[in-house]
């Protein structure tokens, strides 16, 4: 198996599992879905990366941080052709910005210890403050909301099935 | 030794072409592209700066780095063997506290400005007042 497909294949595991966890009746797991769903897109992600990286298309590939919006915007923006059918413009035209918004969401989501003096930002798996200082755990229930659930369902369930179709096709363009 | 040759401004026409195409994109309104060449980089790589609304979340980079991600030769815009087509990519957030610290980056921006290696390809109102800042 190549990186990039074990990349992918890793992604769309993080995606079942956490359709799996993703119970609309316990607010409660909402924490636990979002973790793999960012995990989905990130390997997702990275998997399209590696393999323009191994094919030459671009000239860097995946880095160890687990943001990615950048790279995303990155995808978005590749040189179009006239041929809206070109792989790289389909792949421009996946990038909406509703789905950059989500991704970037989910970059903020990444947990991450506080700078010295700050505030421990709101994230899916550490206790975190807010703008008073008051502590709490991701897993209250009124810490992520049903609508942000959607959005990020919805972004994690388009990159995972449109970036493995373009991957396959990668693979075919660029063996 | 071989002495590469410098390319700009050579492919201006294409980089308008390119910065075109990003001022249609609904994701992240463009204030600024700049066209330059900065003197101790690779002399044929093409280097463009992008300031974009909400670029990475409009966060600013811990490492004090503005993001720099290099093309290869593609489809819509082919390049010959040994160049590439760099772009740096900023949001206007990150941009304003690069200037104030004196990034590496906006060094090299203000070097080749200062050398008359530096085009403006767009700038809006906001992308103008950032580049008052460079120059």
Redesign the interface.
């Given at each position: 198996m190549t990186l990039p497909r074990a990349w992918m294949q890793q992604g769309d595991s993080d995606f079942r599992a956490a359709v799996r966890v993703d119970n609309h009746a316990d607010a409660r797991t909402r924490c636990q879905a979002i973790s793999k769903y960012q995990q989905c897109v990130e390997k997702s992600i990275k998997g399209v990366l590696d393999k323009l990286f191994a094919a030459?298309?671009?000239?860097?590939g995946s880095d160890r941080g687990h943001?990615v919006?950048?790279?995303a915007?990155?995808l978005?923006?590749?040189?179009?052709?006239p041929d809206n059918r070109?792989l790289?413009?389909q792949m421009?035209r996946l990038?909406?910005?509703r789905?950059?918004?989500q991704i970037?969401?989910l970059?903020?989501l990444v947990p991450a210890y506080p700078a010295a003096g700050g505030l421990a930002a709101r994230n899916h798996e550490y206790p975190f403050q807010d703008a008073v200082g008051d502590w709490h755990a991701p897993s209250d229930e009124d810490v992520f909301t049903a609508g942000e659930m959607s959005r990020i369902r919805h972004c994690a369930g388009t990159l995972v099935r449109r970036l493995g179709q373009i991957l396959d096709a990668l693979d075919l363009l660029y063996p | 030794m071989a002495v590469a040759t410098a390319t700009y401004p050579a492919f201006e026409g294409q980089v308008r072409e390119?910065v075109d195409?990003?001022r249609k994109?609904?994701?992240?309104h463009l204030h600024l592209a700049v066209y330059f060449a900065p003197p101790r980089r690779h002399k044929r790589d093409i280097f463009v700066l992008e300031v974009?609304d909400?670029?990475?979340?409009?966060?600013v980079d811990p490492e004090d780095k503005l993001?720099e991600?290099?093309?290869?030769s593609?489809?819509?815009?082919p390049v010959p063997a040994g160049t590439?087509?760099r772009?740096i990519?900023s949001n206007p957030k990150e941009f304003h506290h690069a200037v104030d610290r004196d990034w590496k980056a906006v060094k090299e921006l203000r070097t080749a400005c200062g050398a008359g290696q530096a085009t403006v390809i767009f700038a809006d109102a906001s992308g103008k007042r950032l580049w008052t800042l460079i120059r």
């Open positions: 030459g298309v671009i000239l860097q943001r919006a950048r790279y915007a990155v978005g923006r590749f040189p179009a052709t070109a790289l413009s421009r990038f909406t910005e789905i950059l918004n970037n969401l970059d903020s | 390119l195409q990003h994109l609904k994701n992240g974009i909400g670029f990475g979340g409009d966060v993001f991600f290099g093309y290869g593609t489809p819509g815009f590439s087509l772009m990519l």
